[in-house]
């Protein structure tokens, strides 16, 4: 916790912040202050077991050694240098990004955020094509700024901001046909969560990603695998590639960093070739600090088997719950620690209490609890996670 004149607890945290931020966000009136592994402590001490990794980043758990410590040795190092200049950990980084990328997607835009490498792949794709156009799928979600926002379906995130820059077709996900029949010569690219993250956890049927694929060749438009929430936490480097499918551009952000601010766009060597110099960049994007957060987690990911991990914990928690057998449940889906409960009521209850049990979870939509926990939770916490739901649901 910081040092400070004021008496840091949760009443004056929360005081200060709803009156000084615009109230974009639904505060939970907890502040947290500092984590441990699988869990985050508050202001006025409490514990809770993180099922959420604060929205899908933090896959290692809070304050894991190996990476604090490469993170702190970077911070008295170098912390920033522009792309105009080479970094050595930028290197080490694109490096070890060759371990987990699909064959032909060699080249990488490194930016801050998963909106901002959304934003990098949709201008990207309009300028590989020189079409305006992209197709995307209902309920997907695809960030905040301008560009992402056209790609993102819900009316409530689009209507304040309209018009809107990318003209964009919404389709029913995973209908093959109708993605088909959405994609004409104008068509740059047609973007796709192979999980749905934010809307409600819906897995894409493989089928569904390989017309994706073969509708986009046959039609000069590009694929774009929205990868920001979905990567590195099913048991696999990238979902689209697991299913067969290596699409044109992936975009990711999230969990690649476990946590520190960072966005990848890996493009194809022909999308590259078309994009002259100052043709897109960041002041930020590629900074030591984040290469080093990057490349750290990757190796943690690698070394400890933390992808195995996330395919047989997650496995576990979905077999825990179904055996719960409760009939407030409609249906449990995901892979790996990707998980999405759908309910037969409002999900806010059910997370207020899991609160109460000490336990943090996520909504995503109306009616689904989910869950995105870090890669280091051992059984027990995945024990945890399935008792404190059984008792809220009970
Ligand atoms: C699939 C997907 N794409 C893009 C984004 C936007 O990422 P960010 O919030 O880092 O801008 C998100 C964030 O939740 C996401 O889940």
Not at 123 to 151: C, D, E, Q
Not at 283 to 306: M, Q, S, V
Request: glycine share 10%; aromatic share 6%.
């Amino acid at each position: 916790m910081v040092t400070t004149e004021h008496n840091v607890d949760t009443t004056w945290v929360m005081g200060v912040e709803k009156k000084r931020q615009i109230p974009l966000y639904a505060k939970r009136d907890i502040a947290l202050v500092r984590g441990e592994g699988a869990y985050l402590f508050d202001a006025d001490g409490r514990r809770y077991l993180d099922a959420m990794s604060n929205y899908g980043v933090a896959v290692l758990g809070h304050a894991h050694p190996a990476w604090t410590a490469a993170m702190t040795e970077q911070l008295g190092t170098l912390t920033t240098g522009h792309q105009s200049f080479g970094s050595d950990v930028r290197a080490l980084l694109l490096d070890e990004l060759r371990g987990i990328s699909p064959e032909g997607l060699d080249r990488a835009f490194l930016s801050n955020s998963g909106a901002e490498a959304i934003e990098a792949g949709l201008k990207f794709a309009r300028a590989a094509t020189g079409r305006p156009k992209i197709v995307a799928a209902r309920r997907g979600y695809h960030g905040r700024t301008l560009g992402a926002l056209s790609a993102t379906a819900e009316k409530k995130y689009r209507e304040p901001f309209e018009p809107l820059p990318i003209p964009a077709t919404h389709v029913a996900f995973n209908d093959a046909d109708a993605l088909e029949e959405a994609v004409d010569e104008e068509t740059a690219a047609v973007i796709i969560e192979p999980i749905q993250g934010e809307g409600g956890i819906h897995v894409a049927d493989a089928a569904f990603l390989m017309r994706a694929r073969e509708v986009a060749t046959a039609t000069g438009a590009l694929l774009i695998a929205d990868e920001v929430q979905s990567a590195v936490r099913t048991g696999e480097p990238f979902v689209t590639v697991a299913a067969g499918v290596v699409p044109d551009i992936i975009c990711t952000a999230k969990a690649l960093a476990n946590g520190f601010p960072i966005g990848l766009t890996l493009v194809t060597e022909a999308i590259s070739a078309g994009l002259p110099a100052g043709a897109h960049g960041s002041t930020f994007g590629g900074n030591p600090l984040a290469c080093r957060a990057a490349l750290e987690t990757l190796r943690i990911l690698r070394e400890d088997d933390l992808y195995g991990r996330a395919a047989t914990l997650g496995q576990s928690i979905i077999d825990g719950i179904t055996a719960l057998e409760s009939r407030q449940i409609r249906a449990v889906r995901g892979r790996g620690l990707m998980i999405g409960v759908e309910l037969k009521q409002k999900a806010t209850p059910v997370l207020r209490g899991l609160q109460e049990r000490g336990v943090l979870a996520l909504p995503a939509g109306n009616l689904v609890v989910r869950f995105l926990p870090p890669l280091v939770w051992e059984q027990a916490q995945a024990d945890e996670l399935v008792t404190a739901l059984g008792e809220t649901l009970a």
